[in-house]
């Protein structure tokens, strides 16, 4: 009986498998159809969950899922469209369409500074912290070891210990070099420190593909840093370096500090529980004095800032659609400074249409990427804008990682996002939209400048090059 019973398991065995695979597959089928993806990207996941269930399962539930619900009702204090929205203060369609998103709106009276140098960004980070008498709030996607992390460390545990409240969140991806040993001197006096989404999770409440790529900090709710670069090497040091990558960040003062903040408290309220207020500010106040800065330090005067955010937090993708909206709405010109460029194929074709419209489109990326994959992945998308009429950039001699873009001479968008379909639809990301006509050409004159040593003419690749970027190209959706 028992050999019966062995031989029928040995021969029910592989029709098992198959009604489980093909029942999971229609579970995951009907999941994903629900999901806002592009067509491509929907496809790509359907195939590979249709015909390899076993594998395209289990993926998906560490890599696919791209917006959680839960957390985004978890995070409505942010984005909440159903709460009544303070009127727009000045008359600008960027900012219309992204009220409609429940964005909250452009705030005047801000003081904005570019730090577009690394020695300058980490001395302005941190003196603003060393002068910090109540909170310091910090979230960043990297945080380095070194002399950069040294630095903060001590500092943030020397405020700590002088009684100022300080928390740091880290991605835990991101940051998976620094555990509590190495931050044990800022743990011990008192300071709060949190990991965002630990790659370990439960299906369905988190997601390994999913990561806080943000960078904030804010000082005593009246000074925010935030834009591009990572607190560490090479993105930011206590001295020049020539090795230093091209990067920006920016320096607010005014009501626009109150939303970036709104924003690292409900960052740090779903990875600690903790909730926490921003202290009531005027949307048009006028900031304080700024200290001085550097001559060096590009500066402009009180402008419109609205603060933006995307991810899965966002049960939309406001960023992602107000680009696309802004670059078929340009006349002029569109400058994009990213490091890494793939885009999906609606924002690829919205910028091969303007440049055959005649808008001055330009593309300003590294000659070469720190991720051979992006690079890659891009070549096509850099052909196909060349052949359009658009200018592609190549920067040289070191990396370029400061993101922007510049829509005529009404719109500057600096912040923590690439132009790709990681930072575009997966990563928890923030950007500045800056309206002062003086902020958009301060931001012009950092892009014109970094076109000054780069390459202009894109290399024909070879056939087994030419293959290997149309593979990538042919998995970009997967994500």
Not at 203 to 213: E, Q, T
Not at 237 to 260: I, Y
Not at 320 to 342: G, M, N
Not at 442 to 451: G, K
Request: hydrophobic share 45%; aromatic share 8%.
């Amino acid at each position: 009986m028992s050999d019966f019973f062995r031989t029928t398991d040995y021969w029910l065995l592989p029709e098992i498998t198959t009604h489980l695979g093909f029942l999971l597959a229609l579970v995951f089928l009907a999941y994903l159809i629900q999901q806002k993806r592009s067509p491509a990207s929907t496809m790509a996941w359907l195939l590979l969950v249709l015909f390899l269930p076993y594998v395209g399962v289990p993926l998906y539930l560490m890599l696919g899922g791209r917006k959680m619900i839960r957390m985004a009702r978890r995070k409505a204090q942010v984005y909440d469209r159903t709460q009544p929205r303070p009127p727009s203060q000045f008359d600008c369609n960027t900012e219309r369409f992204l009220l409609s998103y429940g964005v909250p709106p452009a705030s005047g009276g801000n003081r904005v500074e570019l730090l577009t140098r690394g020695e300058e960004a980490f001395g302005h980070l941190y003196r603003i912290i060393e002068e910090a008498t109540s909170t310091v709030h910090i979230t960043t996607y990297i945080l380095g070891r070194g002399d950069v992390g040294d630095a903060l460390i001590a500092l943030l545990a020397r405020q700590a210990s002088r009684g100022v409240s300080v928390r740091l969140l880290l991605d835990s991806v991101g940051s998976w070099r620094i555990g509590r040993r190495y931050l044990a001197p800022l743990l011990e006096e008192g300071a709060h420190v949190a990991y965002f989404m630990p790659v370990l999770h439960i299906p369905f409440r988190g997601r390994a593909n999913l990561r806080n790529h943000r960078k904030i900090v804010v000082v005593d709710s009246k000074i925010a840093l935030s834009g591009g670069m990572n607190l560490a090497r090479p993105y930011m040091g206590p001295t020049p370096d020539p090795n230093f990558w091209r990067d920006l960040s920016v320096v607010v003062q005014g009501p626009a500090v109150a939303d970036l903040e709104s924003l690292f408290l409900s960052d740090w309220a779903f990875a600690t529980g903790e909730k926490l207020t921003v202290p009531p500010q005027p949307r048009d106040g006028t900031p304080d004095e700024a200290p001085e800065h550097s001559k060096d330090t590009l500066r402009a005067g009180a402008s419109m800032v609205q603060v933006v955010a995307s991810g899965p937090d966002v049960p939309d993708d406001p960023l992602y659609e107000s680009l696309v909206s802004s670059i078929f709405a340009a006349r002029e010109r569109i400058w994009i400074v990213t490091p890494y460029f793939v885009p999906d194929e609606l924002l690829a074709r919205a910028l091969n249409l303007a440049a055959r419209r005649g808008v001055d489109v330009r593309l300003i990326v590294p000659a070469r990427s720190n991720h051979l994959s992006a690079d890659l992945a891009r070549e096509s998308y850099l052909r196909d804008l060349h052949e359009a009429g658009g200018q592609v950039l190549l920067h040289q001699p070191v990396m370029l990682h400061g993101k922007a873009v510049i829509f005529d001479n009404q719109l500057a968008v600096i912040g923590s996002a690439n132009m790709d379909n990681r930072s575009l639809f997966l990563n928890y990301e923030v950007a500045l939209f800056l309206y002062t006509r003086e902020q958009v050409e301060v931001v012009s004159a950092w892009a014109m400048w970094l076109q000054g040593g780069c390459l202009r003419e894109l290399p024909k690749p070879g056939w087994t090059r030419e293959l290997a970027e149309n593979v990538v190209r042919l998995l970009s959706p997967l994500l």
